[in-house]
């Protein structure tokens, strides 16, 4: 397999978070409005690159790869926790003097873009947000302190065993990728998988994110707590999500009423990674909002 050639190729850059050497890719442009791109969890900077290709002319596109994800450093004895993902956005956008600036980021990404956006409102212009607004202390809440951290410490041991899955060619670990996303085109699941990946020294192949990262904090920010960091974002925010999304963030509750300033739009047929499965309608979407 060949990765897809493109109008335009990112160059890659290294920057610096709490110790780790982190990646992010970085599209051209400088003289423009700059544009950050956030990814969800066990994915890559590369998730963007049909994004970026589009919006390219008129954003100085860059976009990151999470500590433990794509090219980045993987963490020795420390937890994968939003706030250390806060702490890598915000180093990223301090370090590049990127503010103020826009953002769209999904899912995990999703989640600690409008953490920042509350902690720094000043810094953003605009933001959307495919299927951000779940929480992972949201899902301990309700259990005793001990119930969390006996989970927490099985999982740690658990996962301690775990050897990264191997698959013996390139094109099994794409079939892999396409199972878990029949929505996904031949030539996305495939793109997907030439950057999603290496190969390990007797030729088979692993995905590059740490599974560590499986793992989730015994303890994070309460529901309540993070919809006070919401509430404190004043920039406009656009909140989307995938109709045949199993993350089930467009039937509940709309989440737009904790923000000053937001609305929520749902699009059909597509699934929790909407920016790939309804790619035309994602971005159609995103230039109105950004036009705004």
Not at 150 to 177: F, H, V
Not at 256 to 271: T, V
Request: with cysteine; glycine share 8%.
């Amino acid at each position: 397999m060949r990765a897809e050639s493109g109008k335009a190729s990112p160059t890659s850059h290294t920057y610096f978070s709490q110790r780790l050497r982190l990646h992010y890719l970085d599209w051209g442009n400088p003289d423009a409005p700059p544009l950050l791109l956030v990814h969800g969890n066990r994915d890559h900077c590369h998730n963007w690159d049909w994004v970026a290709q589009d919006l390219r002319d008129d954003f100085h596109i860059v976009a990151l790869d999470f500590r433990g994800h794509g090219d980045s450093a993987w963490v020795l004895g420390s937890t994968y926790s939003h706030s250390e993902y806060v702490y890598d956005l915000a180093q990223l956008i301090h370090q590049q003097n990127l503010a103020p600036l826009h953002v769209i980021a999904h899912s995990l990404g999703g989640g600690v873009a409008l953490r920042y956006a509350g902690i720094y409102p000043e810094h953003i212009k605009k933001l959307v947000v495919i299927e951000g607004t779940g929480g992972p202390g949201w899902m301990t809440q309700g259990k005793a302190v001990h119930e969390r951290l006996q989970e927490w410490i099985e999982s740690n041991r658990k996962i301690s065993g775990r050897l990264p899955k191997r698959y013996p060619t390139l094109e099994d670990a794409y079939e892999r990728m396409h199972d878990a996303n029949s929505h996904l085109r031949d030539d996305q699941a495939r793109h997907l998988t030439i950057h999603g990946s290496n190969q390990n020294e007797d030729g088979t192949y692993s995905w590059k994110f740490d599974n560590y990262t499986h793992i989730m904090s015994p303890f994070d920010m309460t529901q309540e707590q993070t919809r006070e960091l919401w509430s404190r974002i004043e920039s406009p925010v656009l909140l989307i999500s995938g109709s045949e999304s199993w993350h089930g963030q467009g039937k509940g509750e709309d989440p737009a009423i904790y923000f000053q300033n937001a609305r929520h739009e749902m699009i059909e047929k597509a699934g929790h990674w909407v920016h790939h499965d309804q790619l035309d309608k994602f971005l159609a979407l995103t230039r109105a909002f950004f036009a705004e």
